[in-house]
């Protein structure tokens, strides 16, 4: 039994109504309206509770907790910079460790988050997480994965998908929108033989925040990337974001899973997806797109998911049931 | 009180940072500041030494490290150089207006391009501007005290702000010199425990690094400029207590043989050292020559300045950094503006020498002052020159 699967053997997930009540990152921050980012959050810092240390990097959950002289934040948090929340909770992580043992402070169960966006975590701060994951300090790292540089007026990344419109990949006469295909951060992080890995999304709720318990239970490294709809750079409704983010899993463009100890477990098998087109067209950051284009989007996304399936255990039965259309 | 004993000036500084019961260490290697870490990490290894040692990917994530173990409480040393120092400066200057007292040994090299591992002070000279205290060694025994003194002057409360020590890069870093290396319990009679203002604790939670809107960014960075400028005082009185303890004394700007000169050399590093040679043997010929040398770079000495340079009618500002088309090095640029406000107007000359490892003899120093001899009586435009350079 690898590390992970050890310290997850009892593991007990949240019940839906007993899920805690206190909310470590406080309503009242100044999130656009409708924003499934801060949603995603809120569900990770419930999940994770108080005794925790928060490193964030610089972006939308920054800016928009911590206006001094007033912070969101009911638990320590610290922001530094862009492109190293891993290497500043590496830091917090190594102080507890060595304190701990000098006996200095009694504090030995605090769990260690760091999160970003897709910029913070797939671009700029890539080189800080691989650093972080590859030394294996005990600690989680969140990506916010809203698919542009929404922070500095939704740019592309290198996570934007493919055909999105963007303020620096605009469709136009010799230009399909963002001419790439997303970077898969998560496939990265496994790489590094980490013992935990997910993905996640604020419209599986409980999915989300059990993940997140399991993150903070097992020892050393632990990465989740979760899809976060963004109803300001994605133009969609600001009533759309659950609806979105659903629609994304059950279009097969955004599948839930794990990789403890190197398997890697469907969460949720999508045995009647919808069509991609279906997930796009709530969005108007996709509407340019010809019937050609969306065609090549849905046979990459139906690769990428037969390629998924077939790294998921060869068929086993996926962790919590079925989900169909 | 230790024994006198020949080592590496890396492996003494190495050796006082473990003395000093350091909690975090994060680094990542680049000539010439390699055998500091490297010896840290063999105290860690074979016990000596019980700290976590995080060897890190890059400079950038060093400092962000040290950012992290420090906002967490804990002791925290690193060390770089060069180009190091120019991956890591984005976190440096957050590093200080955060106010927490890391502590970083900085191996002094050229920066590129052309690339050059060898010793000036373009590195030191970027950090000018981040608000970290910085000190600057001539010889191994004053690294030893400046890294015990730093972690003093940077944790005491009226302070809390990075330091850096500055050693110019192998001509001190990897010479085999006499050192004496405190004990422990001197050292723990003169360092006190580490006592975190604030820390990120769940017991206490505090928000780190809050965003800074034009109604407070101004304020913020008032109150910054003011710590740094009252840490003098702190770093004066940490000397004070440093030479009744070990009877080795420090001061922001130190002098040889400067009470009667007419002409002053004004120097920085391990060079002054030959400056003073160079001082003795142009004073056996007669010639009224004295030494300032700054041993604080920031925050900048400018009363402890004026009074060993007042007596002076000429100065040759020694340089060791480049500040590209500008009227001077950065030095003599500190040195002119404080002289200018106090209305004195000496006869000054700057020097760019030993750039890139390049060595300044007892001979260059000789030629300056000449030089400056010359100016002064034929009343010379002052200016800089690039010495020794090829055309």
């Keep these: 039994m690898g590390i ?77 910079a862009f492109e190293n929340a891993a290497a500043v909770i590496s830091g917090v992580e190594s102080a507890y460790r060595a304190l701990n043992r000098k006996g200095k402070i009694n504090q030995p169960d605090v769990v260690f988050l760091a999160y970003g966006g897709d910029g913070g975590t797939a671009d700029i701060g890539l080189q800080s997480l691989s650093g972080a994951l590859e030394r294996g300090h005990n600690f989680l790292y969140v990506c916010l994965d809203n698919e542009a540089y929404m922070n500095t007026g939704i740019q592309r990344s290198s996570s934007t998908p493919y055909g999105a419109m963007t303020t620096t990949s605009p469709p136009g006469k010799k230009s399909i929108g963002q001419r790439t295909w997303k970077k898969n951060v998560a496939h990265i992080a496994a790489a590094h033989g980490i013992p935990y890995v997910a993905t996640a999304s604020p419209a599986y709720a409980l999915d989300l925040m059990n993940k997140v318990k399991k993150a903070a239970a097992v020892p050393g490294p632990a990465y989740i990337h979760i899809y976060s709809p963004c109803p300001t750079g994605w133009r969609h409704g600001t009533d759309l974001a659950i609806e979105v983010a659903r629609m994304a899993v059950l279009t097969k463009v955004f599948p839930l899973y794990e990789v403890i100890d190197g398997k890697w477990i469907l969460s949720r098998k999508v045995t009647k997806p919808k069509p991609v087109s279906e997930y796009l067209k709530l969005q108007r950051r996709f509407r340019h797109l010809t019937e050609k284009e969306i065609e090549a989007i849905q046979k990459r996304v139906d690769e990428e998911y037969e390629q998924l399936l077939a790294m998921c255990s060869l068929g086993a039965e996926p962790a919590e049931g079925e989900e169909s259309s | 009180m230790g024994k006198r004993v020949g080592m590496e000036v890396s492996i003494a500084a190495a050796e006082v940072v473990g003395l000093c019961d350091v909690d975090v260490i994060a680094a990542y290697p680049i000539t010439p500041q390699t055998h500091i870490v490297e010896h840290l990490s063999e105290l860690v290894a074979d016990g000596h030494l019980d700290a976590e040692f995080i060897p890190v ?4 994530s060093a400092m962000s490290t040290c950012v992290g173990s420090a906002a967490a409480g804990a002791r925290t040393f690193t060390s770089t150089s060069s180009q190091g120092y120019a991956l890591m400066a ?16 900085v191996a002094n090299r050229a920066l590129s391009a052309p690339i050059n591992i060898w010793n000036d002070h373009a590195d030191m000279m970027m950090a000018r501007d981040t608000g970290w205290i ?258």
């Design chain 1, 4 to 80: 992970a699967a050890e310290a997850l053997k009892d593991f007990k997930g949240f019940h839906p109504k007993k899920l805690p009540e206190r909310e470590p990152l406080s309503p009242g921050h100044r999130a656009c309206q409708g924003c499934g980012e801060v949603l995603a959050l809120r569900q990770v810092m419930k999940a994770l509770g108080e005794n925790v240390v928060v490193a964030s990097a610089t972006g939308c959950m920054e800016i928009i907790s911590s206006p001094f002289p007033q912070t969101a934040w009911r638990v320590p948090w610290i922001h530094v």
């Design chain 2, 57 to 60: 990917e890059s400079e950038h």
């Design chain 2, 90 to 105: 984005e976190i440096c200057y957050i590093a200080s207006s955060m106010r927490l007292p890391i502590v970083m040994a």
């Design chain 2, 134 to 391: 910085q000190t600057v060694a001539e010889n191994g025994q004053e690294v030893v005290d400046l890294i015990l003194h730093a972690f003093r002057v940077a944790e005491d409360h009226r302070v809390l702000l990075p330091v850096m020590v500055n050693l110019d890069g192998f001509t001190l870093s990897h010479m085999i010199e006499p050192i004496i290396l405190p004990d422990k319990e001197e050292v723990d009679r003169y360092l006190p425990p580490y006592k975190p203002k604030l820390r990120l604790d769940p017991q206490n939670p505090m928000t780190f690094g809050p965003v800074g809107m034009p109604e407070v960014y101004t304020e913020a960075k008032k109150a910054q400029d003011e710590a740094v400028k009252e840490s003098k005082a702190v770093i004066v009185e940490a000397w004070q207590e440093f030479e009744k303890q070990f009877g080795r004394s420090y001061k922001p700007v130190e002098t040889y043989k400067a009470e009667d000169a007419e002409t002053l050399l004004l120097t920085m590093g391990s060079i002054s050292e030959t400056a003073m040679t160079a001082v003795d043997k142009m004073r056996a010929d007669g010639q009224k020559v004295g030494l300032a040398h700054l041993r604080l770079w920031r925050p900048f000495p400018a009363e402890e300045l004026v009074d060993a340079v007042k007596g002076a009618k000429a100065l040759a500002v020694v340089d060791r950094a480049l500040s590209l088309s500008g009227g001077c090095g950065p030095v003599c640029v500190e040195v002119k503006s404080t002289l200018f406000d106090r209305g004195l107007s000496p006869y000054v000359q700057n020097f760019l020498a030993g750039l890139g490892g390049r060595d300044v003899t007892v001979e260059d120093f000789e030629t300056m002052v000449a030089k400056v001899g010359d100016g002064l009586a034929k009343g010379l435009p002052m200016g800089y020159e690039i010495v020794n350079a090829r055309e």
